[in-house]
Structures are given as structure tokens and as C-alpha cells.
């Protein structure tokens, strides 16, 4: 068990969203690290599951540059679409990570499978997957869900990736349309984040 407290971390991801995100939820004691200084590629995710690819990403960045690191993987998973794009939500954007090429291919989808899918409830969930690895040791890696279902349309120019398209439980917006604030205190990355407080 890792009973020290944490004062500095790299966080291992090249998607600006998630850097944004992360740094907001730590505490500003911690010297927070990210991958731009080190200029570093993302490694091949070819794990199973979110958990899988998020320890890939810690470990990796934390063996390339020494400092002990938190990564996330992260995706939404859609009930009907067999829990698509799930692990493959940022591959669903293509070479060059285009979010409005990801969210057609969920209309498209969505379409293919059911032509009347507007007047429905679309279950959806995003998923998160937090790690801490120092070298090649997992230190701790949680998960946390948020769930909700899918817009008719896109809306809202906040956040990133699907965040146009998903709406909330009990909400109207979609994250797309609410203040980065109130979707960082409901969101999946906030849920797994819970979890790993103690180590931060
Ligand atoms: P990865 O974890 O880097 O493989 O990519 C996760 C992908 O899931 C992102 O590129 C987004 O498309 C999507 N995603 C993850 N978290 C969020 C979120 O909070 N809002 C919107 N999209 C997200």
C-alpha cells in the first residue's frame, strides 16, 4: 500500500480537454507536470478495457520521464450501439481526434439501428478510468461512471469530444451547454476522482 501523500505528478495525456480537467481537480499543493514539456507521443492503447488502457498510459509516461503519473482513459458507452464507442471513442474521431466526425458516426449509428431513435430514450454512459504509476507499478486505478442519454442534436460549444451530446440524468443541457464548473463537480472524471482523493 502507498501511504505517502503525492507533491508532484505527471498527467499523462496529450488531449488538452483532460489536462484542463484534471488540473482543476487537484489540489494546488501538488507540482503538477504535464506532457507538452517533455514533448512526448501517447502510446499504443491496446488494452481491453478502459482500466487496461489507463495503466498502459501511466506507466508509459511515467517510465519515459521518471515522475510518478496519473492518466485517465475515458469514453462513452451507448446502450444500443452494444456499448459502442466505449474504448473507442477517440479512434471514432479519426487520425486527426475531429469530435464532429465522432459525434456523425454516433448519428450515423444510431440511425442504422433505429430509425425512429429521436422519440427514445438513449441510454448512454461516460466512463472513466484514473491510474497512478510510478515507473512500471500501478499505485492505485479506479473507475467512475455518470450516466445519461444522448441529444437529439449537438449543443452547446463548451468542453470537448461528445460532451455536445450527452445530457445528464436529471438535467436538460448537454455538458456542451453547461459551464465547465458544473460539469467538473458530475462527471465521470469527478466520480473516479473521489476515489483516489486519499493518495493526493
Ligand atoms: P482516450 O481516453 O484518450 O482514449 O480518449 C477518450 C475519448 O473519449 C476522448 O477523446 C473523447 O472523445 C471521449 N471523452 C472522454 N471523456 C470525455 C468527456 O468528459 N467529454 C466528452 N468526451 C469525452
Redesign the pocket.
Known sequence: MFKQKINKLLIG?N?R??LREIRSLLPKSIKIYSTSGFNLKSPV?NGKTFEE?SLIKSKYFSKKTGLMCLA?????EIDILNKNPGIY??RW?GKY?D?GK?IKRVYNSLNKKDKNWKNKKIKAK?I?ALSISYLNKKITCVVGKVEGYISNEPKGKN?????PIFIPLKKRKT?GEMKPSQKYKM???YQAFKKIRKFL
Open positions: 495525456t488531449n480537454g483532460k492503447e488502457n485517465d482513459d475515458s469514453g462513452l471513442s477517440a474521431g481526434g469530435f465522432a461516460f472513466c468542453g470537448f469530444g461528445y460532451d455538458f462527471d465521470h472524471r
